[in-house]
Structure formats: structure tokens, C-alpha cells
């Protein structure tokens, strides 16, 4: 063949054309996306969905767990002077599925008419005499009139972790909580 001549099977501009490689990039996408589905499913199924809705981790059956989180030894006392805001004089409980992962919370409203740094103060070395211990460095180091909006202390309680909450509604009022996920996993202050 001259160089003047062109081949027949060559476009203009060079190039051979190459056998077509879609059908089997196709074919293998299909098999990897298959697989993947079907992995997730499982993970669906055996680590997440399924699975703890058949181990009752659902509001539904939270009685026992509720009993052992609304216990009165688990929450530390107020500071003297402290009492119960009228209107809660019983421990509001309340299981919540708003995030997906159900939880419960043992609410109690306290007014007190001593500052907040008294109120600190006191869960702190109440709350270590219970045996919880300070949820990150924000809730054990901070002084107590720099402490954050929440103050938080983390414990095993019956084999599962919990989260006891210090919050200021406002200057003379303050919320108690302890606050469990019914799927073991650690509350976050």
C-alpha cells in the first residue's frame, strides 16, 4: 500500500476501529451492581432494619429498659433548695423514633434560686459520686459559669450506656435528664 492510498476499513483520521468492548462493560456493571444491592441488603438485614426490629429495639418495647433508666437511684438529687417546677412534679418519660434509632429520656424540671454555678457544682460531685463520669473535656474542665448549654455525664447502666444531662432552661430553671438509645449505641451531649 502507497501513502496515498486509504483503506477502505479506516475512517478518516486514523484509527482502526477496535471491537466493541460495550456489551462486556455493561455485563460486569450489571454483576458488581447486583452484588453490591445485594450486600447492602444483608447489612440491612443483619446489622441494622430488620434485624433489631425482631430484637423488639423499638419504642414499642421499651418498658424494661424505661424502668431501669427512670429508676431513682440512677439520678443524682438537686442541690438543696431545688424543686420540682410545678406542673412536673412526676418524671416526664418519653421514648422518641424522630432520628431513626429509638431512645428514651427521663425528664425532671427543677427550679432553684441560687445561680447556676451552684448547680454545676453540685452535679458534678454528685453525679461522680453515682458513678458518671463527665461527658468530654467541655463538661469536666469548663468552670461552671463557662460551662456549655449542656452539661453531661456518660454511665453503663444495666449493660448499656447512658447519658445523664444538665441543661438551664433559663436563669432559674434547669432540666435533669437521663437519656438511653434502645440500641446500645452512646448518646451524644
Not at 25 to 46: D, H, I, K
Not at 139 to 156: G, I, L, Q
Request: aromatic share 8%.
Amino acid at each position: 500500500m502507497t501513502t496515498n492510498e486509504v483503506r477502505e476499513d479506516v475512517p478518516k483520521g486514523g484509527r482502526a476501529p477496535t471491537k466493541s468492548r460495550v456489551p462486556f462493560v455493561s455485563l460486569t456493571v450489571s454483576v458488581v451492581a447486583v452484588l453490591c444491592a445485594g450486600e447492602l441488603g444483608a447489612a440491612y438485614f443483619l446489622g441494622g432494619g430488620l434485624f433489631l426490629d425482631r430484637m423488639g429495639v423499638s419504642c414499642e418495647k421499651s418498658g424494661k429498659r424505661m424502668a431501669q433508666v427512670s429508676s431513682a437511684s440512677v439520678v443524682p438529687p438537686p442541690p438543696a433548695g431545688a424543686a420540682l417546677l410545678e406542673g412536673h412534679e412526676e418524671a416526664g418519660g418519653e421514648c422518641m423514633e424522630d432520628s431513626g434509632a429509638p431512645w428514651l429520656a427521663i425528664d425532671r424540671y427543677y427550679r432553684f434560686n441560687g445561680g447556676r454555678e451552684a448547680v454545676v457544682i453540685h452535679y458534678r460531685q454528685a453525679a461522680e459520686k453515682s458513678g458518671w463520669m463527665p461527658s468530654g473535656p467541655e463538661s469536666a474542665e469548663a468552670s461552671a459559669s463557662e460551662a456549655p448549654f449542656d452539661v453531661c455525664f456518660d454511665k453503663d447502666l444495666a449493660g448499656a450506656p447512658a447519658l445523664l444531662r444538665l441543661r438551664f432552661e433559663s436563669t432559674r430553671t434547669f432540666l435533669m435528664s437521663v437519656e438511653s438509645s434502645l440500641d446500645g449505641e452512646p448518646m451524644e451531649c
